[in-house]
């Protein structure tokens, strides 16, 4: 979910030249069509959804160890 909403946010943000990522229903659902689109492409979408999925996992990681870092 977090890979999906990444993309969606990077869509608007190139496309709109907004400069802040926005998460919100539209960029949700704009990822998962872009996601489903490029999974569909041979060899190459599941490589492009395993980045986003890493990039968005990473992202959330080092998100929560932070959060754990400064409690302790």
Same mark, same amino acid.
Do not use: H, Q
């Given at each position: 979910?977090?890979?999906?909403?990444?993309?969606?946010?990077?869509?608007?943000?190139?496309?709109?030249?907004?400069?802040?990522?926005?998460?919100?229903?539209?960029?949700?659902? @704009? $990822?998962? !069509?872009?996601?489903? %689109? &490029?999974? #569909?492409?041979? =060899? @190459? $979408?599941? !490589?492009?959804?395993? %980045? &986003?999925? #890493?990039?968005? =996992?990473?992202?959330?990681?080092?998100?929560?160890?932070?959060?754990?870092?400064?409690?302790?």
């Amino acid at each position: 979910i977090f890979s999906i909403a990444l993309v969606g946010s990077l869509f608007f943000r190139l496309v709109l030249k907004k400069a802040n990522f926005s998460v919100d229903w539209k960029s949700i659902i @704009v $990822g998962a !069509i872009i996601m489903w %689109i &490029f999974a #569909l492409i041979p =060899f @190459v $979408g599941w !490589i492009f959804n395993f %980045i &986003f999925f #890493l990039a968005a =996992f990473g992202e959330t990681s080092y998100f929560l160890y932070g959060a754990f870092r400064t409690r302790a």
